[in-house]
């Protein structure tokens, strides 16, 4: 087709060709970033976009509302949907040093009731400083990605994936499960990003301070042209859900994976004991700064599958793999002043200001100083050169003060006797660390943070409504409560014109608070901020009791030291007697029944019901394992029969509704036979536990 010069045309042939133009490139939008099948080359694509603007530009009068120019790219998305992972997407514990690994192979095998000799393959891979997502195929066909969000439900980004040339879009093999999950990072090349920021600086864009900032950064894009126009990457390494047979090993899955048309790390090698893993991560050492991508250690995975599944998972990492972390980045840098922050359980933590200064490619400003003490140890004072180190994601530290290079005038620093927010005495109880505002309710600042928890990511999560908004709406009166939160929007509406909040993120905020009020048992148990009630207890609480009511009578009984509930309490493996008084301090204080029975009434707490127990026959039981075992090992056992559901307790009572004795068993079996608990023998125990 001959088109007329831009310069020839007619009005009315101008007004018609613009309508043409938008819808035909509209298409190829579409065909390109939803289909990922281009009906058009890019130089094309290009011409189309170049004519429109050349025709907008001389009858400006004519841009449509759904000009081509007016829009970045594809349709935008309406946020990020949520995905429950299949199965969760857990995180790794750390190895920091050659004696951790050979701890990490002794664990395995202590576990496993092998003896030392007996030879364990484990595979080891660089650990890529990316995003982990989870990809799904169904019958070969790419439908799903999501992040990793908290590991058990993530953010929608497939349609953001698809603009990876690294990821197969079909899979076309013989004996391709159904339903295929992989688990991989998603990362930028150093030189992609080296020419990414050198495109930024050029047209006065964002720079990115790192690889894994700028692929966060493009990932995350509600406009996937966005995403399409940066060069991500993407290395596979781990399963999610699947329905059948993927390899025997992590060795033979990786085989798969590449021969299904995925990129596995080529630096990824079997290895059969420490010493072996060791000299592999020596030598990716080496060769890390010559590497095109950021690693920040190596990961070590049992390849055996079979053996994977009998050592488990401990909490949110499993038992069967481990990162093994290079050492973290060093630089030198002025301590301009020491500042102190107040969590919301008044513990008052020193910050360091520093002299900013690029450590490993990120320009760190701020280092933790953890507590009074370790200002002490270190006898950092303002002013002083120190020197900081920074490992992956946790925030900087003070490791040295140098002090051949103290300025002369310097002065002890003298951590605050009275609270910066509220002026109430600062107190450090016996054997513990830290300091704390004795100010507990009247409080502001802490106030504000259990606020600001509340609403944190793995709490409440409410989606728009972040931790400065809280700020905010606190000082200005509209929250005193968690409840409160729920009656923003109507409080809001009351409060007249606020900046930021038309009608329309008002009924954003109504709907993201409506979705919140049902909620998880563990995710509002963590929510209340109680001290020391991290993620993992909030959950073993959840387990345990199963409803908030059952929770909350039973912690009112447990005020009785010599109750049977308190007994109950402090017998949950994983719940000491200091964590069991924490949580009875929190319900001695009648403001904070108010605020949990006030939450009980706006919401609906979900009743804990804990993954694949439902149908366990040991679910809900309590168990005691005494004697030898021959068969499983003793944590083995522990960690099997907990994850079916069963209470493992430590001794025989009224309530032990089984135990297993092996060889030797002595005064438990007996007191058992004369409580008339159920006793079997280890392999009876398989044999329930086999078919579940
Ligand atoms: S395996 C259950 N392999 O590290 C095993 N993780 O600290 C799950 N990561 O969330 C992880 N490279 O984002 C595995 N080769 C690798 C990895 C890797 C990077 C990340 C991943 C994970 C985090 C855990």
Known sequence: ??????????????????????????????????????????????????????????????????????????????????????????????????????????????????????????????????????????????????????????????????????????????????????????????????????????????????????????????????????????????????????????????????????????????????????????????????????????????????????????????????????????????????????????????????????????????????????????????????????????????????????????????FPTQCPACGSAVVQEEGEVAKRCSGGLICTAQAVERLRHFVSRNAFDIEGLGGKHIETFWHDGLIKTPADIFRLPQKIKDSGKREGWGDQSRVNLETALEDKKNIELPRFIFALGIPRIGQATARTLSKHYGSLAGWRSAMDLAKDHASESYQDLINIDGIGSSTAADVLSFFAEAQNRAVVDDLDDLLRVQEFIAPDEGSSPVAGKTVVFTGTLETLGRSEAKAKAESLGANVAGSVSKKTDIVIAGPGAGSKLKKAEELGVQTMTEQEWIELIQNT
Not at 163 to 168: F, Y
Not at 279 to 300: F, K, Q, T, W
Request: net charge negative.
């Open 1 to 414: 087709m001959i088109e007329t010069p831009v310069e020839d045309l007619m009005e009315l042939d101008a007004l018609v060709e613009l309508k043409r133009l938008a819808k035909e490139i509209a298409a190829h939008d579409i065909a390109y970033h939803q289909k990922d099948a281009p009906r058009v080359s890019d130089a094309e694509y290009d011409a189309l976009r170049q004519r429109n603007d050349a025709i907008e530009a001389l009858f400006p009068k004519f841009i449509r509302p759904d000009s081509p120019s007016k829009r970045v790219g594809a349709p935008v998305a309406s946020g990020f949907g949520k995905v429950t992972h299949a199965r969760p997407m857990l995180s790794l514990g750390n190895a920091f040093s050659d004696e951790d690994v050979v701890e990490y192979f002794d664990r395995i095998r202590r576990f496993l009731s092998f003896s030392a000799n007996d030879p364990v393959e484990v595979t080891g891979e660089p650990k890529i400083d990316g995003l982990s997502v989870s990809l799904r195929y169904e019958k070969g066909e790419f439908v799903l990605a999501a992040t990793r969000g908290d590991g058990m439900v993530g953010e929608n980004i497939t349609e953001n994936m698809r603009t990876i040339a690294d990821l197969p879009k079909i899979i076309l093999a013989p004996n391709l499960p159904d339903v295929l999950e992989v688990r991989g990072e998603v990362y930028m090349a150093k030189a992609d990003f080296a020419a990414l920021n050198q495109r930024q600086e050029q047209t006065g864009g964002k720079l990115f301070a790192n690889p894994r900032n700028a692929a966060a950064g493009s990932l995350r894009q509600l406009d996937t042209t966005i995403t399409a126009s940066r060069k991500l990457s993407l290395f596979v390494y781990a399963i999610g859900e699947v329905s059948g047979p993927i390899g025997k090993s992590q060795w033979a899955f990786f085989e798969n994976l590449k021969a299904w048309g995925f990129k596995v790390n080529p630096q990824t090698k079997l290895c059969s004991d420490a010493e072996e893993l060791i000299a592999h991560y020596n030598s990716i050492g080496e060769m890390r700064a010559g590497l095109d991508y950021d690693i920040d250690g190596m990961v070590y995975k049992v390849n055996r599958f079979d053996w994977q599944e009998r050592l488990g998972f401990v909490s949110r990492a499993p038992r069967w793999a481990i990162a093994h972390k290079f050492p973290a980045e060093k630089a030198q840098t002025k301590l301009n002043s020491i500042d102190i922050q107040l969590g919301r359980t008044g513990v008052l933590t020193p910050v360091a200001r520093l002299e900013p200064v690029t450590v490993g490619g990120v320009v760190v400003s701020n280092a933790t100083l953890h507590n009074d003490d370790e200002i002490k140890r270190l006898d950092a004072r303002v002013g002083d050169a120190v020197i900081i180190q920074r490992a992956g994601d946790v925030i900087p530290q003070i490791v040295e003060v140098l002090l051949d290079k103290r300025p002369v005038l310097s002065v002890p620093f003298k």
